[in-house]
């Protein structure tokens, strides 16, 4: 029987070695040394070699979402922010749309979708003061039901670092999204190009450190070269410390800045890599001034307060 559980009164209590760092012998970049060069160097600008951390800048949320808010001008809301990020991770749309060909960043291209967030309704059985009656819901069961949405042809003519995939551990499609991981590694591996399991939470999948030590060993079992999943507030170090490839931590909803930044600090110092945030980015009432205060608590060694101070004393110069 596969272990899931944590352990057990009849097993021997799990070791995840959190003070021992895994080596990375000649490279800077956890679990990278022994990738060809090509690799090596997109992932160096994807990860800053001085630091081995990065600051992403999530907007590829349109492939499903439609004009989500604060990108539905991407022109207007996003290319202020390009400066101060290291990677942005995109869809190949605006990628062509938008964003200059002449930026120096690298490229997190989205390389999966194929579902809406227009759901179709599921009946359900509900009570209502002790009678029962049937219900709606929207079934967001569909939305893990993706494909590969783009050859590796394409991400080579759009000088992609990494290729983002969306693999819904525990959801419906599970096994047709860890085939589309699989497809991208063994395509992407011959070029030379990264790979980026990204954690999806459907409905039925908790948000706990057991899920996503599960979800990340997965992908990065099945060749992800990077992993992206959500922080949790309660041994979040033991799912960086058994996941043998660097992980990102996704941004999610909407947070006050403050807490966004304490999220962004902890996780750096529980073995993240850097933070791949969107709307607590986009959606801050200065998005500038935040998107600095993460560089300086990601890379500068801001503590969260001194962050806050930063985005703060932006805001007020009249940095948006």
């Known amino acids: 029987m596969a272990d899931i559980q944590t352990s057990a009164s009849d097993k021997k209590e799990k070791e995840y070695f959190l003070d021992t760092p895994q080596a990375a012998p000649g490279f800077f970049l956890k679990g990278a040394h022994q990738y060809d060069w090509g690799l090596k160097n997109r992932l160096s600008r994807v990860f800053n070699p001085k630091d081995g951390r990065t600051v992403m800048l999530a907007f590829d949320h349109g492939y499903f979402q439609g004009p989500t808010t604060g990108l539905e001008r991407v022109d207007q809301t996003i290319l202020p922010l390009e400066p101060y990020a290291d990677c942005l991770m995109l869809t190949r749309g605006i990628q062509r749309s938008v964003i200059p060909a002449s930026t120096t960043k690298a490229i997190a291209l989205r390389a999966s979708g194929g579902t809406s967030m227009i759901s179709p309704m599921e009946e359900w059985e509900g009570d209502v003061e002790g009678k029962k009656i049937k219900l709606q819901r ?45 497809d991208l590694v063994d395509a992407a591996s011959r070029y030379g190009i990264g790979v980026m399991g990204v954690t999806a939470v459907g409905r039925a999948m908790a948000r706990t450190a057991q899920y996503f030590r599960l979800a990340t060993r997965i992908m990065a079992e099945l060749g992800a070269n990077v992993v992206k999943c959500y922080y949790t507030d309660e041994d979040f170090d033991t799912i960086t410390s058994c996941c043998p490839v660097p992980i990102v931590i996704a941004g999610g909803k909407k947070l006050p800045e403050l807490d966004a930044l304490k999220m962004c600090y902890n996780a750096i110092q529980q073995g993240a890599s850097g933070v791949d945030m969107g709307r607590n980015i986009f959606q801050s009432d200065a998005p500038v001034a935040m998107m600095q205060a993460v560089q ?10 001194q962050g806050y101070e ?6 007020g110069q009249g940095v948006k």
């Open 310 to 315: 930063l985005y703060s004393e932006l805001k």
């Open 296 to 305: 300086g608590v990601v890379h500068g060694g801001l503590s969260p307060a």
């Open 138 to 182: 929207p079934n967001f069961e569909p939305l893990s039901n993706e494909s590969t949405a783009l050859t590796i042809e394409e991400a080579i003519r759009l000088n992609a670092s990494v290729l983002a995939v969306q693999v819904f551990i525990g959801g419906a499609y599970e096994r047709q999204t860890l085939k589309n991981l699989t």
